[in-house]
């Protein structure tokens, strides 16, 4: 995933999940708890550590139809947005 | 009823490896490399053993040697040909997929001052042969013959190709087109590979294939192939490293006489011996065995769906494009320790690519590549006694272990 700037209206997500310090699977459960709570075209940033994340969140994207707009680096872990597409 | 179902790991010794061990272990004792009677008994059986993998691979018995491992003989081919080939250049390419030995050989070879690319792999973990033309400059190439967790096999030949039609464009481009590379073509009009022009030579990691499916080097086009033999039914420590003629290829070891400057140390001969006999008598079972295992994976891979949620099915859903006796995927919300888990339980063995079952906590590097979901990964493979019997085994737990876990994990209905 690139990290390419996102709009700057998508600076604030709608939802923050938080997951620093959980092991993979958690962070994706996590995420996939919240995103009902994110509206339509609206977006949650999960924070992760686990090195497993990366991938997990892109995959998860993938197969839950989901967009994943970005990833930014955090002083331990990364900060994912995703955009809630339905 | 327990299955062991990791055959990918490894198997077995073959009924005909076992039979040539116990024999081996009486008359082949000695020194090959002594010159009374006993010694040349020992060379005898080494010869023979020699000829054997040779045959079966499409290779000359002096292109076959053997060392310790299959990982020992993947770090000899790529280091080995990458100091062979230090004028040529000091970049070695090597798919993002390949076994962890491979990596490590790319690695060393970083650190001892060279360089080292990555090429990409799509979502089924495949290669493509368009992205392996090498810049100038490249020592080697490394693509596997088929990948260890998820069973895709590689377009080997047509790496192979891809690298013929490289050079054969370079060479038609002449000096002009090299730009004052002077000392390029005093090394190509120096260099013995086996084509007219300097050629980036091919290896590939076989380890998955050798005694499992048809592998023939020359077809392949491979200059350097790899393999282990507790792989296919030899027995533990046994590596076949097979450098084709013309190959610039140096020992990157200290060397002595053995294996012809290619392996050092006094050879495991008994192992040797059973590891040929376990290959030769794999290349006659194969052709039944493919049918059979294949029909089994794809009975699995049409079966998982409908009896789990959420289950990701890895590697090239074409058969032709994929090992037969392997099939790997991966279940969301799941993680792969505790599937394991409690698949051992019900005495399954299988194994797994997800973070949590490494030492490092770190995801398989093939999942990450092919961008597949990394947790909840199991791998099931198929060996020689493998029967329906064991999938069904599998088959009768699995579904309820992963819905237990998901239960716990509080991941139901997500």
């Known amino acids: 995933m690139s990290d390419a700037d996102p709009d700057p209206a998508l600076d604030a997500p709608d939802v923050v999940v938080d997951a620093l310090g959980r092991l993979c699977p958690l962070p994706i459960i996590d995420l996939a708890r919240r995103i009902g709570e994110v509206p339509v075209d609206g977006t949650v940033e999960l924070l992760a550590d686990d090195p497993a994340a990366a991938a997990d969140v892109a995959a998860w994207c993938r197969l839950r139809g989901q967009q994943l707009l970005g990833t930014r680096d955090l002083p331990t872990g990364q900060a994912y947005l995703i955009r809630r597409t339905h | 009823m327990p299955a062991y179902l990791d055959h990918a790991s490894t198997t077995p010794l073959h009924p005909a490896g076992r039979a ?24 005898m059986l080494l010869d023979a053993a020699r000829e054997t ?10 292109e076959v ?23 040529a250049g000091d970049l070695v390419l090597v798919s993002a997929v390949e076994h962890s030995s491979v990596l490590h050989a790319a690695e060393r070879h970083e650190r001892a001052g060279g ?63 090299a730009g004052g590379s002077a000392d390029r073509s005093s090394v190509d009009r120096s260099s013995v590979d086996r084509s007219s022009v300097d050629r980036v030579p091919l290896h590939t990691d076989a380890a998955m294939t ?41 020992n990157p070891m200290p060397a002595d006489e053995r294996e012809a400057g290619r392996a050092a140390g006094f050879p495991n001969l008994p192992a040797i011996v059973a590891a040929a006999a376990a290959l030769h008598a794999r290349a006659g079972e194969l052709a039944a065995e493919r049918e059979r295992l294949g029909a089994l994976t794809a009975q699995l891979r049409a079966r998982l769906p409908a009896l789990v949620d959420d289950v990701e099915l890895l590697g090239d859903p074409d058969p032709a494009g994929r090992l037969p006796n392997l099939v790997a995927f991966s279940c969301l919300y799941v993680a792969g320790e505790a599937l394991l888990g409690e698949l051992d339980r019900a005495g399954i063995a299988v194994s797994s690519g997800s973070s949590c079952t490494s030492d490092s906590l770190t995801p398989s590097h093939v999942l990450v590549a092919m961008g597949a979901l990394s947790h909840g990964n199991v791998r099931v493979s198929l060996g020689r006694d ?29």
């Open chain 2, 386 to 414: 493998s029967t329906a019997a064991d999938l069904t085994a599998l088959l009768d737990v699995l579904p309820g272990a992963v819905a237990a876990i998901r239960e716990r994990a509080g991941a139901v209905g997500l």
């Open chain 2, 20 to 43: 040539a061990l116990l024999a081996a272990l009486d008359d082949g004792w000695a020194d090959p490399a002594r010159l009374y009677r006993e010694g040349r008994r020992a060379r």
């Open chain 2, 115 to 177: 360089r080292t690319r990555t090429l990409d792999v799509d979502r089924h973990g495949r290669v493509d042969p368009a992205s392996c033309v090498p810049p100038p400059g490249t020592a080697l190439v490394s693509v596997q013959h088929a990948n260890h967790e998820v069973g895709t096999i590689q377009p080997v030949a047509e790496v192979a190709e891809a690298l013929h039609t490289a050079a054969g464009s370079r060479d038609a481009s002449g000096p002009a087109g």
């Open chain 2, 65 to 87: 040697s053997f060392c310790s491992s299959g990982a020992t003989a993947a770090h000899l081919a790529v280091l080995g040909t990458a100091a062979a080939r230090r004028r």
């Open chain 2, 53 to 62: 993998v040779a045959g079966v691979l499409g290779a000359r018995a002096d």
């Open chain 2, 210 to 250: 050798v005694g499992r499916i048809p592998v023939d080097v020359t077809a392949l086009g491979a200059d350097l192939l790899t393999a282990s033999a507790h792989k296919f039914g030899g027995p533990a420590g046994v590596g076949i490293l097979v450098v084709r003629a013309g190959t610039r290829w140096t």
